[in-house]
């Protein structure tokens, strides 16, 4: 098993930055893929960035690329979430995941952290 806490959420203008962090414990050799969900009040959960634990590679949603970086230490198995330009649509509870296989699903789940985007 795997355990991830976020950290780092809160509320912040719009035009503002945050970062958010995930710590992960357990198992974290069995980790090949981390990532960024984040679901929006009365909205479905959406996909917001992934990063390959190993290789470093990474992948966008259109909705947030060239304002989020995500990043990751290997060494304190932990991955970041630098938010920049934030916009009042980007308001919604932030999850950190990870999985098992490499583009495959998400196997485990954080519990969230609220991030708020005043206008």
């Known amino acids: 098993q795997v355990q991830l806490v976020e950290s780092g959420g809160g509320l912040v203008q719009a035009g503002g930055s945050l970062r958010l962090s995930c710590a992960a414990s357990?198992?974290?050799?069995?980790?090949?893929?981390m990532g960024w969900f984040r679901q929006p009040q009365g909205k479905e959960r959406e996909f917001v960035v992934g990063i390959n634990w190993r290789g470093g590679y990474t992948a966008y949603s259109d909705s947030v690329k060239g304002r989020f970086t995500i990043s990751r230490d290997n060494a304190k198995n932990t991955v970041g979430l630098q938010m920049n330009s934030l916009k009042p649509e980007d308001t919604a509870v932030y999850y950190c995941?990870?999985?098992?296989?490499?583009?495959?699903?998400?196997?485990?789940w954080g519990q969230g952290t609220q991030v708020t985007v005043s206008s």
């Open positions: 357990g198992r974290t050799n069995s980790i090949c893929q």
């Open positions: 995941a990870a999985g098992r296989d490499c583009g495959g699903p998400y196997d485990y």
